[in-house]
């Protein structure tokens, strides 16, 4: 039974997860999407393999999620320092034409 | 007596799967970016409690060291670094967060675009396909619960996920900490280390809490590497814990990333892997199979490899919050966030 | 004392040590790189020896066979894309190494070069190493791990520029890896949780039409789909590739993309094609028109080189995706090895594009097509290797893509297919079109060209293009050695289904 | 049930409502300083309580040294994590609550 | 590789390497250049007269080459093929040495004569061509070896050129692909015999194979310049002289031609034709190109132009030929105005050449008294533009007489029709021109007059038109002796009527 209920939240994560990432403008809160999506699947794969007695667990599913668990922190890094160097590009425009309207004016 | 303790336990999974639900949800609905990620630590310390609910404690630790330990901090420095920088002093209150002039990105319309209820009608139905094709999958199969059990002798350690990350699947593990030092080496890539704001002082509090939480924090770390062989541990937990000691100095102001030299802190990113590849070539040479450790004494093998390995993580895994490349490594000056921009734009 | 068959292993291996080295020493980067290259190449040569000595090979990593670990496989279409893979790898790090000392000499045309070139070699052999490991990996799960390797130094590798237009494609492109990758992770939960087993020949014997397995595949297909750039979810690649580097959108068009694609063909092909039905062969046929015809019409419509040739690339992966259908229908079992062989003509062809617009645009300073005229005055190997790279995409006999297009052609006469015959000869005059307009271009000197100083090295620029754009043309006619390797390579269940 | 247990699971008992004050303590307080007050002083007697009863329980030396050493480290992170978000929440020019 | 196969690479080979090497010459390097294009020409054409004697007494050449299963590249030296050679490799020697002369002090030359070679190998191995996929394959790459010669100039008139020529080229190409490939899955790999594919196939899908012809013969139709689909000839005459003599006299309208004999003999073999009902068609429309094309070049004032019509005109004379292929004599016709038409053209467009590169005239408005300014050159072009008429002693006369006997031993009285009027017609658009050339009165100076001292123009554009107007006639006169093109035509023919 308690597959059944951990694999359905898993799912049910994946897809918000899958729903953040496409529909959300703010590229940090696809990043957060992306998060929670590789966590749902983790969560469906190791519910998988869940027993009540925990001699005959399955290792392998928890050594794929650790794999999964790191791989997904390097993307999440790499995608977060991305998208700081282009904000703060998209900031540094925006101050300079703010500059220059506020030079306009000045001397307008 | 243990009907009660099942009524108990799956009151209390209903609970959880709820909590995780509504969590993941006023994620996607929250206004303001800020709460979103306080949002999502909270759900990364309860996945951590799931994990311990599905008899994974080393999946737990990871969680709570990687996932909310770790990715927490990330998205708070990224988006301290994405504020615009107002006429004054930066303003971090999150009260006032609302009238924050660059509104291009908040969630402005509450009334979602017709585009936006396809995509979620899509997805709905989309979920209701896999949860039926879960519903009728028979009975999960026993999976590979008896071969690493039957083989967990040969392999040099008792903590069998250990066994099955460093032994079985080496491969994947070694292609796994590649990524790490990737995502590392494209974060250098890409920017070097920001100047980090002077704060005018920075307390003394932090700074004597900080002197005294290191050393407990590099041993529990050096004692999660050494536990992971016989219970649950290893170096990818052993790692974070180690990390989070680096990120504890960077924000304390004692290493001042940008004008250190890069070639230690490349040398201890690049140790971990170097170490694995140089076992498994090793492994080709004596035992003649690809990451093949002798057999008696695999287990000296394993815990040498997790040390290394843990090193390296922790150093990746701290250059991923420094969020740059050390700036004296190219003889750059390091540049202010509202500096002009160094690259041209495209012709 | 090192066993023959230990050779699988180098492909991995030594890609995977020149990229810790060149990242820990930087100043003989180039060179560490280089001579892994040469040595990738080297072990794919000998493992197709090998190949045709003893039939394919399984090697079990660690010792320990496949339902607990890993095994690596090498059969026919493994080896073409490593014999490919090396071939290019070789050509595009030579031309990297052109291309970066062209920049540092001259500054004021490039961005930061210096900043490029020492992050580019690592970057290039975990990409390297990504590959090769994709190609030989026998374990779904480990497919997943290079899946990613390869994403992200791709995606780091398309930021390299440092223009902000090309970290915004970069960005867009790492979270749609991100996406590609999770559908296909979900995949494999899905195959783990029917069969409890990872590794793919025991998928292979165990496989069925059971609901797991078509709801793990068709998850699987659209993240592989997401990730290879078909028509309708490919908005991500003609930024990607136009903005970045030359030798970067070499790599990304050329191999990146065949690496996903190559992974779907196996998917299909070789390890669950009892359990599919033949509608959704069909489907894959009908994205893979829409991919011709859309890549063909934008690829008119640009007024810049490297976005045409990157709408080009979306055009030509359409081909790859016809031939699903055409095989599935009793087409002979020549039609599928067609696909394999197109896509490794394919990739030489427009690694050897992006090349010669890499030089034309350091030398010109940049890539419009209506002032390219006067090319060949003054880089007469770059304009010649853009035309016979340009006469494998038309599908030009001697050329490798007319054996391919031609087999498909066959496949789909003989099956009385004839929308898909139709839409192949469509896709082929478009590509005249595109070509041709470049072409026209860079064979007219008009009396005012400008002069254009050649920069001493770039030799290294023209020769490696050239040399990759001869490839593409002559394989029309050494077509029968990569297809009998390519044979042998099927497991014999496989190929009596597909009417071999 | 040895004695011990039993004063284990008392001090237990006690440790709860620590904890329910604490957490009532954060959501009805006015504003940020009084808030961190409720959250580190009843948590951390909460949790000392708690662990001493863990404690108790306990059967092996090695736990006990491992619990009183998670007490240690939680007590010096939340007192100096608060001081932190307390002289923050000073310089960012948030002035307490007042009675009127 | 023994001693047959050895000579159809070498073959190959003489003008390919050459061609390679150009390539990689620097501009300034002329000497060089021309003898290795000379060397290469003379090669070429002692190896096929070797071949050709070689053939006469009954030796077989082939060289296979497998492409991939089931499909091969094979080349094959039967007497059809020896006949094409020949006449290309005779005629590129002469437009070798007549563009040497042409192209002095222009730009770019080596990029000109790479692609000149590249083009001549491509030609030949069109001849050679021993089934239907070799040729597909060279048929489709000629276009590439012609498409750098047409806009050689890079004026945007010539890139316009250029651009139809394509659009033609490949749109013919892509119906032929299709076309070939549809019959392969049909008839399977099958090389060119004289007897075609066997009967059988024809019962069970007659409609189909009457599609696969229709689409075969509009793919090599395009090259052919057959009525609808010839647009593109004309206005690739912006193309330098030599390209235009080469590419309309015997590269590119030749290997349309040759393209449909081919289909029609060997492809489908006479007997099944027949069967089919298909010449009937093929006759109707050729008929239609002939009266289409001398219409057209009436109205025509440039002198190319003209010449380019006429050529539309006189290529569907072998077409009309070969649609009668079931009478000896009419085929017989066909096939010798191959050889035929591609020496008199030439001579004509040598001439043109003349006129354009001396004095600078284009329009035949222009040539008012040019006879007594270039006496030599406006004899050559009388005698070529004498024997398209098919006055006696020229071989236009011996190709139109044998169709006539075609034509009247198949009792088919359109055929006669067509040919008288489109003598006619020939007549009133080529004797104005000479009428004007040798009776009318030179109008103030030429437009652009260069002298070259001794003879009228220089030496190298002067004796290709004269040999080849030379051969006009002494073919003509000879024309039943041992080794003239008739006899050899009457050789291949023999196979074909057995």
Same mark, same amino acid.
């Given at each position: 039974?308690?597959?059944?209920?951990?694999?359905?939240?898993?799912?049910?994560?994946?897809?918000?997860?899958?729903?953040?990432?496409?529909?959300?403008?703010?590229?940090?809160?696809?990043?957060?999407?992306?998060?929670?999506?590789?966590?749902?699947?983790?969560?469906?794969?190791?519910?998988?393999?869940?027993?009540?007695?925990?001699?005959?667990?399955?290792?392998?599913?928890?050594?794929?999620?650790?794999?999964?668990?790191?791989?997904?922190?390097?993307?999440?890094?790499?995608?977060?320092?991305?998208?700081?160097?282009?904000?703060?590009?998209?900031?540094?425009?925006?101050?300079?034409?703010?500059?220059?309207?506020?030079?306009?004016?000045?001397?307008? | 007596?243990?009907?009660?303790?099942?009524?108990?336990?799956?009151?209390?999974?209903?609970?959880?799967?709820?909590?995780?639900?509504?969590?993941?949800?006023?994620?996607?609905?929250? /206004?303001?970016?800020?709460?979103?990620?306080?949002?999502?630590?909270?759900?990364?310390?309860?996945?951590?409690?799931?994990?311990?609910?599905?008899?994974?404690?080393?999946?737990?630790?990871?969680?709570?060291?990687?996932?909310?330990?770790? /990715?927490?901090?990330?998205?708070?420095?990224?988006?301290?670094?994405?504020?615009?920088?107002?006429?004054?002093?930066?303003?971090? +209150?999150?009260? =006032?967060?609302?009238?924050?002039? +660059?509104?291009?990105?908040?969630?402005?319309?509450? =009334?979602?675009?017709?585009?936006?209820?396809?995509?979620?009608?899509?997805?709905?139905?989309?979920?209701?396909?896999?949860?039926?094709?879960?519903?009728?999958?028979?009975?999960?199969?026993?999976?590979?619960?008896?071969? /690493?059990?039957?083989?967990?002798?040969?392999?040099?350690?008792?903590?069998?996920?250990?066994?099955?990350?460093?032994?079985?699947?080496?491969?994947?593990?070694?292609?796994?900490?590649?990524?790490?030092?990737?995502?590392?080496?494209?974060?250098?890539?890409?920017?070097?280390?920001?100047?980090?704001?002077?704060?005018?002082?920075?307390?003394?509090?932090?700074?004597?809490?900080?002197?005294?939480?290191?050393?407990?924090?590099?041993?529990?770390?050096?004692?999660?590497?050494?536990?992971?062989?016989?219970? /649950?541990?290893?170096?990818?937990?052993?790692?974070?814990?180690?990390?989070?000691?680096?990120?504890?100095?960077?924000?304390?102001?004692?290493?001042?990333?940008?004008?250190?030299?890069?070639?230690?802190?490349?040398?201890?990113?690049?140790?971990?892997?170097?170490?694995?590849?140089?076992?498994?070539?090793?492994?080709?040479?004596?035992?003649?199979?690809?990451?093949?450790?002798?057999?008696?004494?695999?287990?000296?093998?394993?815990?040498?490899?997790?040390?290394?390995?843990?090193?390296?993580?922790?150093?990746?895994?701290?250059?991923?919050?420094?969020?740059?490349?050390?700036?004296?490594?190219?003889? =750059?000056?390091?540049?202010?966030?509202?500096?002009? +921009?160094?690259?041209? =734009?495209?012709? | 004392?090192?066993?023959?068959?230990?050779?699988?292993?180098?492909?991995?291996?030594?890609?995977?040590?020149?990229?810790?080295?060149?990242?820990?020493?930087?100043?003989?980067?180039?060179?560490?790189?280089?001579?892994?290259?040469?040595?990738?190449?080297?072990?794919?040569?000998?493992?197709?020896?090998?190949?045709?000595?003893?039939?394919?090979?399984?090697?079990?990593?660690?010792?320990?066979?496949?339902?607990?670990?890993?095994?690596?496989?090498?059969?026919?279409?493994?080896?073409?894309?490593?014999?490919?893979?090396?071939?290019?790898?070789?050509?595009?790090?030579?031309?990297?190494?052109?291309?970066?000392?062209?920049?540092?000499?001259?500054?004021?045309?490039?961005?930061?070069?210096?900043?490029?070139?020492?992050?580019?070699?690592?970057?290039?052999?975990?990409?390297?190493?990504?590959?090769?490991?994709?190609?030989?990996?026998?374990?779904?799960?480990?497919?997943?791990?290079?899946?990613?390797?390869?994403?992200?130094?791709?995606?780091?590798?398309?930021?390299?520029?440092?223009?902000?237009?090309?970290?915004?494609?970069?960005?867009?492109?790492?979270?749609?890896?991100?996406?590609?990758?999770?559908?296909?992770?979900?995949?494999?939960?899905?195959?783990?949780?029917?069969?409890?087993?990872?590794?793919?020949?025991?998928?292979?014997?165990?496989?069925?039409?059971?609901?797991?397995?078509?709801?793990?595949?068709?998850?699987?297909?659209?993240?592989?789909?997401?990730?290879?750039?078909?028509?309708?979810?490919?908005?991500?690649?003609?930024?990607?590739?136009?903005?970045?580097?030359?030798?970067?959108?070499?790599?990304?068009?050329?191999?990146?993309?065949?690496?996903?694609?190559?992974?779907?063909?196996?998917?299909?092909?070789?390890?669950?094609?009892?359990?599919?039905?033949?509608?959704?062969?069909?489907?894959?046929?009908?994205?893979?028109?829409?991919?011709?015809?859309?890549?063909?019409?934008?690829?008119?419509?640009?007024?810049?080189?490297?976005?045409?040739?990157?709408?080009?690339?979306?055009?030509?992966?359409?081909?790859?995706?016809?031939?699903?259908?055409?095989?599935?229908?009793?087409?002979?079992?020549?039609?599928?090895?067609?696909?394999?062989?197109?896509?490794?003509?394919?990739?030489?062809?427009?690694?050897?594009?992006?090349?010669?617009?890499?030089?034309?645009?350091?030398?010109?300073?940049?890539?419009?097509?209506?002032?390219?005229?006067?090319?060949?005055?003054?880089?007469?190997?770059?304009?010649?290797?853009?035309?016979?790279?340009?006469?494998?995409?038309?599908?030009?006999?001697?050329?490798?893509?007319?054996?391919?297009?031609?087999?498909?052609?066959?496949?789909?006469?003989?099956?009385?297919?004839?929308?898909?015959?139709?839409?192949?000869?469509?896709?082929?005059?478009?590509?005249?079109?595109?070509?041709?307009?470049?072409?026209?271009?860079?064979?007219?000197?008009?009396?005012?060209?400008?002069?254009?100083?050649?920069?001493?090295?770039?030799?290294?620029?023209?020769?490696?293009?050239?040399?990759?754009?001869?490839?593409?043309?002559?394989?029309?006619?050494?077509?029968?050695?990569?297809?009998?390797?390519?044979?042998?390579?099927?497991?014999?269940?496989?190929?009596?289904?597909?009417?071999? | 049930?040895?004695?011990?247990?039993?004063?284990?699971?008392?001090?237990?008992?006690?440790?709860?409502?620590?904890?329910?004050?604490?957490?009532?303590?954060?959501?009805?307080?006015?504003?940020?300083?009084?808030?961190?007050?409720?959250?580190?002083?009843?948590?951390?007697?909460?949790?000392?309580?708690?662990?001493?009863?863990?404690?108790?329980?306990?059967?092996?030396?090695?736990?006990?040294?491992?619990?009183?050493?998670?007490?240690?480290?939680?007590?010096?992170?939340?007192?100096?994590?608060?001081?932190?978000?307390?002289?923050?929440?000073?310089?960012?020019?948030?002035?307490?609550?007042?009675?009127? | 590789?023994?001693?047959?196969?050895?000579?159809?690479?070498?073959?190959?080979?003489?003008?390919?390497?050459?061609?390679?090497?150009?390539?990689?010459?620097?501009?300034?390097?002329?000497?060089?250049?021309?003898?290795?294009?000379?060397?290469?020409?003379?090669?070429?054409?002692?190896?096929?007269?070797?071949?050709?004697?070689?053939?006469?007494?009954? @030796?077989?050449?082939?060289?296979?080459?497998?492409?991939?299963?089931?499909?091969?590249?094979?080349?094959?030296?039967?007497?059809?093929?020896?006949?094409?050679?020949?006449?290309?490799?005779?005629?590129?020697?002469?437009?070798?040495?007549?563009?040497?002369?042409?192209?002095?002090?222009?730009?770019? @030359?080596?990029?000109?004569?790479?692609?000149?070679?590249?083009?001549?190998?491509?030609?030949?191995?069109?001849?050679?061509?021993?089934?239907?996929?070799?040729?597909?394959?060279?048929?489709?790459?000629?276009?590439?070896?012609?498409?750098?010669?047409?806009?050689? !100039?890079?004026?945007?008139?010539?890139?316009?050129?250029? @651009?139809?020529?394509?659009?033609?080229?490949?749109?013919?190409?892509?119906?032929?692909?299709?076309?070939?490939?549809?019959?392969?899955?049909?008839?399977?790999?099958?090389?060119?015999?004289?007897?075609?594919?066997?009967?059988?196939?024809?019962?069970?899908?007659?409609?189909?194979?009457?599609?696969?012809?229709?689409?075969?013969?509009?793919?090599?139709?395009?090259?052919?310049?057959?009525?609808?689909?010839?647009?593109?000839?004309? @206005?690739?005459?912006?193309?330098?002289?030599?390209?235009?003599?080469?590419?309309?006299?015997?590269?590119?309208?030749?290997?349309?031609?040759?393209?449909?004999?081919?289909?029609?003999?060997?492809?489908?073999?006479?007997?099944?034709?027949?069967?089919?009902?298909?010449?009937?068609?093929?006759?109707?429309?050729?008929?239609?190109?002939?009266?289409?094309?001398?219409?057209?070049?009436?109205?025509?004032?440039?002198?190319?132009?003209?010449?380019?019509?006429?050529?539309?005109?006189?290529?569907?004379?072998?077409?009309?030929?070969?649609?009668?292929?079931?009478?000896?004599?009419?085929?017989?016709?066909?096939?010798?105005?191959?050889?035929?038409?591609?020496?008199?053209?030439?001579?004509?467009?040598?001439?043109?050449?003349?006129?354009?590169?001396?004095?600078?005239?284009?329009?035949?408005?222009?040539?008012?008294?040019?006879?007594?300014?270039?006496?030599?050159?406006?004899?050559?072009?009388?005698?070529?533009?004498?024997?398209?008429?098919?006055?006696?002693?020229?071989?236009?006369?011996?190709?139109?007489?044998?169709?006539?006997?075609?034509?009247?031993?198949?009792?088919?009285?359109?055929?006669?029709?067509?040919?008288?009027?489109?003598?006619?017609?020939?007549?009133?658009?080529?004797?104005?021109?000479?009428?004007?050339?040798?009776?009318?009165?030179?109008?103030?100076?030429?437009? !652009?007059?260069?002298?070259?001292? !001794?003879?009228?123009?220089?030496?190298?554009?002067?004796?290709?038109?004269?040999?080849?107007?030379?051969?006009?006639?002494?073919?003509?006169?000879?024309?039943?002796?041992?080794?003239?093109?008739?006899?050899?035509?009457?050789?291949?023919?023999?196979?074909?009527?057995?």
């Amino acid at each position: 039974m308690t597959n059944m209920l951990y694999s359905f939240t898993g799912l049910i994560l994946f897809v918000f997860g899958l729903f953040a990432l496409i529909s959300c403008p703010h590229p940090l809160r696809k990043i957060l999407g992306g998060n929670v999506m590789s966590t749902g699947i983790f969560l469906f794969l190791v519910a998988t393999s869940y027993r009540t007695d925990t001699a005959s667990i399955d290792p392998v599913p928890q050594a794929m999620v650790l794999t999964g668990i790191v791989v997904s922190v390097s993307i999440t890094a790499v995608a977060l320092v991305l998208a700081t160097r282009l904000q703060q590009s998209a900031n540094r425009a925006m101050n300079r034409r703010e500059k220059k309207n506020e030079g306009g004016a000045a001397e307008g | 007596m243990d009907s009660a303790m099942t009524i108990i336990l799956t009151g209390f999974d209903l609970l959880l799967s709820a909590t995780l639900l509504w969590l993941a949800w006023q994620l996607l609905r929250s /206004t303001d970016i800020f709460k979103a990620i306080i949002f999502f630590i909270c759900f990364g310390l309860l996945m951590a409690i799931a994990w311990v609910r599905m008899h994974a404690p080393d999946v737990a630790l990871a969680e709570a060291a990687i996932g909310a330990g770790l /990715t927490g901090p990330l998205f708070l420095a990224a988006l301290r670094k994405m504020e615009r920088k107002q006429k004054k002093e930066r303003r971090f +209150d999150p009260e =006032e967060k609302r009238d924050n002039p +660059d509104k291009r990105w908040q969630v402005r319309s509450r =009334e979602a675009s017709p585009l936006m209820w396809i995509v979620a009608a899509l997805t709905l139905c989309f979920a209701g396909l896999l949860i039926r094709t879960v519903w009728i999958i028979p009975r999960p199969l026993p999976g590979l619960a008896q071969q /690493t059990a039957a083989h967990l002798g040969a392999s040099g350690v008792d903590n069998a996920v250990t066994a099955v990350l460093l032994n079985f699947r080496g491969y994947d593990t070694m292609l796994e900490v590649m990524v790490l030092l990737l995502g590392a080496i494209t974060i250098w890539s890409i920017t070097h280390a920001p100047f980090p704001p002077r704060l005018p002082d920075t307390s003394p509090v932090q700074k004597s809490a900080v002197r005294l939480l290191l050393p407990l924090i590099c041993l529990t770390g050096g004692y999660l590497v050494w536990q992971g062989a016989y219970q /649950t541990g290893g170096a990818f937990q052993g790692g974070a814990v180690l990390s989070a000691a680096l990120v504890l100095l960077l924000i304390s102001d004692f290493l001042w990333l940008p004008d250190m030299h890069s070639l230690p802190l490349r040398m201890g990113m690049v140790l971990g892997p170097l170490v694995f590849l140089s076992m498994a070539v090793l492994g080709i040479i004596t035992e003649n199979a690809l990451l093949r450790f002798p057999p008696e004494q695999a287990g000296a093998f394993l815990l040498f490899l997790e040390a290394a390995c843990a090193i390296s993580i922790g150093l990746s895994l701290a250059a991923f919050f420094a969020g740059g490349r050390p700036a004296s490594d190219l003889r =750059e000056k390091p540049y202010q966030t509202d500096q002009p +921009d160094t690259e041209k =734009e495209g012709s | 004392m090192v066993s023959a068959e230990s050779w699988i292993a180098v492909p991995v291996v030594v890609p995977l040590a020149a990229a810790l080295l060149s990242f820990l020493v930087r100043r003989g980067s180039l060179f560490i790189s280089l001579a892994a290259a040469i040595i990738n190449v080297l072990a794919a040569a000998i493992l197709v020896n090998q190949f045709f000595v003893s039939g394919p090979a399984q090697y079990a990593v660690g010792g320990w066979d496949p339902p607990l670990g890993i095994s690596l496989r090498t059969d026919g279409p493994a080896l073409i894309m490593l014999v490919l893979t090396g071939l290019t790898g070789v050509a595009i790090s030579l031309y990297a190494w052109g291309y970066f000392s062209f920049r540092i000499d001259q500054p004021a045309r490039a961005g930061r070069p210096e900043k490029q070139e020492r992050f580019f070699w690592p970057l290039w052999m975990l990409q390297l190493t990504g590959l090769n490991g994709l190609f030989l990996s026998g374990d779904i799960f480990n497919i997943y791990v290079t899946l990613e390797l390869i994403g992200v130094s791709a995606a780091g590798l398309a930021a390299l520029s440092g223009k902000s237009a090309s970290i915004t494609a970069a960005l867009r492109y790492l979270l749609v890896s991100l996406l590609g990758s999770m559908s296909y992770l979900l995949g494999v939960v899905f195959l783990y949780k029917t069969y409890g087993v990872l590794d793919l020949g025991l998928l292979q014997k165990m496989a069925g039409p059971t609901p797991g397995v078509i709801a793990a595949l068709a998850v699987m297909s659209v993240g592989l789909l997401l990730k290879t750039a078909i028509f309708p979810m490919h908005f991500w690649l003609p930024p990607a590739h136009a903005n970045a580097l030359a030798p970067v959108s070499a790599i990304l068009s050329g191999l990146v993309v065949k690496g996903s694609f190559f992974l779907l063909f196996r998917l299909w092909f070789d390890i669950f094609s009892p359990a599919l039905p033949h509608t959704a062969f069909s489907l894959m046929g009908a994205l893979g028109a829409g991919a011709i015809l859309w890549g063909g019409i934008q690829a008119l419509r640009q007024q810049r080189l490297k976005l045409l040739i990157a709408y080009s690339t979306i055009s030509q992966l359409g081909y790859l995706l016809i031939a699903f259908p055409l095989a599935f229908t009793g087409g002979n079992s020549q039609t599928w090895s067609a696909v394999l062989f197109m896509a490794s003509g394919h990739a030489c062809a427009k690694i050897a594009m992006f090349m010669s617009a890499g030089t034309i645009m350091l030398h010109l300073g940049h890539d419009r097509i209506r002032e390219l005229a006067g090319i060949r005055a003054y880089l007469p190997v770059t304009a010649f290797a853009y035309a016979a790279a340009g006469v494998n995409l038309m599908g030009l006999p001697p050329s490798g893509g007319f054996i391919g297009k031609w087999m498909m052609l066959i496949a789909s006469l003989s099956t009385h297919q004839w929308l898909w015959a139709l839409v192949l000869l469509a896709g082929s005059f478009l590509a005249v079109a595109y070509v041709f307009r470049v072409v026209e271009q860079l064979f007219v000197i008009p009396p005012d060209a400008p002069f254009i100083e050649r920069h001493p090295r770039a030799g290294l620029l023209e020769w490696p293009a050239l040399i990759l754009a001869l490839i593409s043309l002559l394989m029309g006619l050494i077509a029968p050695y990569p297809l009998r390797l390519l044979d042998t390579g099927m497991a014999p269940q496989v190929v009596q289904v597909i009417g071999g | 049930m040895t004695i011990p247990e039993i004063i284990g699971l008392v001090s237990i008992a006690v440790a709860l409502p620590f904890f329910l004050s604490g957490t009532v303590g954060m959501l009805r307080f006015p504003d940020i300083f009084t808030r961190l007050h409720a959250l580190t002083k009843a948590d951390n007697v909460g949790l000392g309580f708690l662990i001493l009863g863990l404690c108790l329980q306990a059967n092996d030396w090695f736990i006990v040294i491992k619990l009183v050493l998670i007490w240690v480290l939680v007590l010096i992170a939340s007192s100096a994590s608060c001081h932190l978000v307390a002289r923050r929440a000073l310089m960012k020019g948030i002035r307490p609550w007042t009675a009127q | 590789m023994s001693w047959e196969n050895a000579l159809i690479v070498a073959i190959l080979m003489s003008s390919f390497l050459p061609g390679i090497i150009i390539f990689m010459l620097p501009e300034k390097s002329t000497g060089l250049r021309t003898s290795l294009n000379l060397f290469g020409a003379l090669l070429k054409m002692t190896l096929v007269v070797i071949m050709d004697l070689a053939i006469y007494y009954g @030796r077989v050449f082939h060289m296979r080459l497998e492409l991939m299963e089931g499909v091969e590249l094979f080349l094959n030296a039967d007497p059809l093929s020896a006949m094409f050679a020949t006449l290309s490799s005779v005629l590129w020697l002469l437009t070798t040495i007549y563009a040497v002369g042409y192209l002095e002090g222009s730009p770019n @030359r080596s990029h000109f004569f790479g692609y000149f070679s590249l083009c001549v190998t491509v030609t030949i191995g069109i001849a050679m061509a021993g089934n239907l996929i070799t040729f597909l394959l060279f048929y489709e790459m000629l276009t590439l070896a012609t498409y750098p010669l047409i806009i050689h !100039r890079g004026t945007d008139e010539a890139l316009a050129a250029g @651009r139809s020529y394509l659009f033609y080229a490949f749109g013919g190409g892509g119906v032929f692909l299709f076309a070939v490939i549809w019959l392969h899955t049909l008839a399977g790999p099958a090389d060119f015999t004289s007897a075609g594919f066997t009967p059988q196939l024809i019962d069970n899908d007659a409609p189909v194979l009457r599609f696969i012809f229709l689409l075969m013969i509009a793919g090599v139709g395009v090259k052919a310049a057959l009525v609808p689909l010839h647009g593109w000839l004309p @206005r690739a005459m912006v193309a330098p002289a030599p390209v235009s003599a080469l590419l309309h006299a015997v590269a590119v309208v030749k290997a349309g031609a040759f393209g449909i004999t081919r289909i029609v003999l060997d492809v489908y073999g006479i007997k099944n034709i027949i069967q089919l009902g298909l010449l009937p068609w093929l006759m109707t429309l050729s008929s239609i190109t002939i009266i289409w094309g001398s219409l057209r070049a009436l109205q025509q004032d440039g002198l190319k132009q003209r010449l380019a019509y006429s050529t539309v005109s006189q290529i569907s004379y072998i077409a009309l030929g070969i649609s009668l292929a079931d009478h000896r004599l009419a085929l017989i016709g066909g096939l010798v105005h191959l050889v035929h038409q591609g020496l008199m053209k030439i001579t004509l467009f040598f001439c043109a050449g003349n006129l354009a590169e001396t004095l600078g005239i284009h329009k035949i408005s222009e040539m008012a008294g040019v006879g007594r300014r270039l006496p030599l050159t406006m004899a050559a072009f009388t005698i070529g533009a004498m024997g398209m008429i098919g006055i006696p002693p020229t071989i236009g006369f011996v190709s139109k007489w044998y169709l006539c006997l075609g034509g009247i031993t198949a009792h088919n009285w359109w055929v006669i029709v067509v040919l008288v009027i489109s003598s006619l017609l020939n007549g009133a658009y080529f004797l104005p021109i000479i009428i004007t050339a040798w009776f009318g009165k030179q109008q103030g100076s030429w437009p !652009r007059e260069k002298n070259f001292g !001794r003879f009228e123009t220089h030496w190298m554009l002067l004796a290709p038109p004269l040999v080849t107007a030379l051969a006009v006639i002494v073919a003509g006169i000879i024309a039943n002796a041992q080794f003239s093109p008739l006899a050899w035509v009457e050789f291949v023919v023999q196979e074909y009527t057995r």
